[in-house]
């Protein structure tokens, strides 16, 4: 089993995790610039945080046979802070690097005026940019943040197929099926979805402009959760190139929109040799 983890943290995560997923099949993954825990106070937090998403991150995955490629954005929760929104003047010299992916997460958290702004002003980015789109639709009154969501997208010009509507549940699927949109799937310990859920989606929808991510971050997650999904859906009757498509092909088709994939891990690694970084420090 091969996977492409379109969605997850790793700057939260350690190496024992970047070791698990390789031993289960994560070859490549997408990291998009989120929400810390711990507010942020200034652009120059960002700025540290975009620099480690596009350098030092991508040279860590590569010791374990990863490729590393991120979204940057600022997120809808900091949106809100004017402390942060001059981020939004600082993005576009982020958007043009190898590696950057997608413009992402955007979207909604409380659907605030703020969130409006920021929200619309990254489209536009990503339409200059040329960039695909995550999105990420509020953990509160979900159905309506995705429908405002859906709503947003189409105003701001970017095609459906360079979107992917993630978080997504039972109650949201179709709307988001319906309009031509990708559909992300964050597969959870406790809360979004679980691999059974997922399967049974599967089975309904079927596994045309899915993806499906582990999200894992600071709290309780699992970075092997596509692995567990791609596991259920063999036991559940679906075949090895379904799996396949849905946590391989599926993702280097919406990201490949970038024209930036890089998935031989020795180039990754080849690009930050040299480069003074001390992940290699006290190796015999």
Request: glycine share 8%.
């Given at each position: 089993?091969?996977?492409?983890?379109?969605?997850?943290?790793?700057?939260?995560?350690?190496?024992?995790?970047?070791?698990?997923?390789?031993?289960?099949?994560?070859?490549?993954?997408?990291e998009p610039a989120f929400w810390l825990?711990?507010?942020?106070?200034?652009?120059?937090?960002?700025?540290?945080?975009?620099?480690?998403?596009?350098?030092?991150?991508?040279?860590?995955?590569?010791?374990?046979?990863?490729?590393?490629?991120?979204?940057?954005?600022?997120?809808?929760?900091?949106?809100?802070?004017?402390?942060?929104?001059?981020?939004?003047?600082?993005?576009?010299?982020?958007?043009?690097?190898?590696?950057?992916?997608?413009?992402?997460?955007?979207?909604?958290?409380?659907?605030?005026?703020?969130?409006?702004?920021?929200?619309?002003?990254?489209?536009?980015?990503?339409?200059?940019?040329?960039?695909?789109?995550?999105?990420?639709?509020?953990?509160?009154?979900?159905?309506?943040?995705?429908?405002?969501?859906?709503?947003?997208?189409?105003?701001?010009?970017?095609?459906?197929?360079?979107?992917?509507?993630?978080?997504?549940?039972?109650?949201?699927?179709?709307?988001?099926?319906?309009?031509?949109?990708?559909?992300?799937?964050?597969?959870?310990?406790?809360?979004k979805m679980d691999e059974d859920r997922?399967?049974?989606?599967?089975?309904?929808?079927?596994?045309?402009?899915?993806?499906?991510?582990?999200?894992?971050?600071?709290?309780?997650?699992?970075?092997?959760?596509?692995?567990?999904?791609?596991?259920?859906?063999?036991?559940?009757?679906?075949?090895?190139?379904?799996?396949?498509?849905?946590?391989?092909?599926?993702?280097?088709?919406?990201?490949?929109?970038?024209?930036?994939?890089?998935?031989?891990?020795?180039?990754?690694?080849?690009?930050?040799?040299g480069t003074g970084n001390s992940v290699?420090?006290?190796?015999?």
């Amino acid at each position: 089993m091969r996977i492409f983890d379109p969605h997850i943290h790793m700057t939260s995560r350690t190496t024992d995790d970047y070791e698990s997923m390789h031993a289960a099949g994560v070859r490549a993954l997408v990291e998009p610039a989120f929400w810390l825990g711990q507010p942020r106070t200034s652009v120059g937090s960002f700025v540290d945080y975009f620099d480690a998403l596009v350098g030092w991150e991508r040279f860590r995955a590569a010791q374990y046979g990863i490729a590393h490629h991120c979204a940057i954005a600022l997120n809808p929760k900091e949106a809100n802070d004017p402390r942060c929104t001059g981020v939004l003047d600082v993005l576009p010299r982020y958007l043009v690097k190898d590696g950057v992916v997608a413009v992402g997460e955007v979207g909604y958290d409380s659907m605030t005026p703020e969130e409006d702004e920021a929200f619309a002003r990254q489209l536009e980015l990503a339409l200059l940019h040329e960039l695909p789109v995550l999105v990420h639709t509020p953990h509160r009154d979900k159905k309506a943040g995705t429908q405002r969501t859906l709503d947003v997208v189409r105003e701001s010009g970017v095609p459906a197929e360079m979107v992917v509507v993630d978080h997504l549940n039972e109650t949201t699927i179709k709307a988001v099926a319906d309009s031509g949109c990708w559909m992300g799937f964050s597969i959870y310990p406790d809360t979004k979805m679980d691999e059974d859920r997922m399967v049974a989606l599967l089975k309904e929808y079927g596994t045309d402009r899915v993806l499906v991510n582990s999200a894992a971050d600071w709290g309780r997650s699992d970075p092997l959760k596509t692995h567990k999904t791609g596991l259920a859906m063999l036991a559940a009757g679906f075949d090895e190139s379904d799996v396949d498509k849905v946590l391989w092909h599926n993702p280097v088709q919406f990201y490949g929109q970038s024209g930036r994939l890089l998935l031989d891990v020795e180039e990754v690694g080849a690009v930050h040799a040299g480069t003074g970084n001390s992940v290699l420090r006290g190796e015999r």
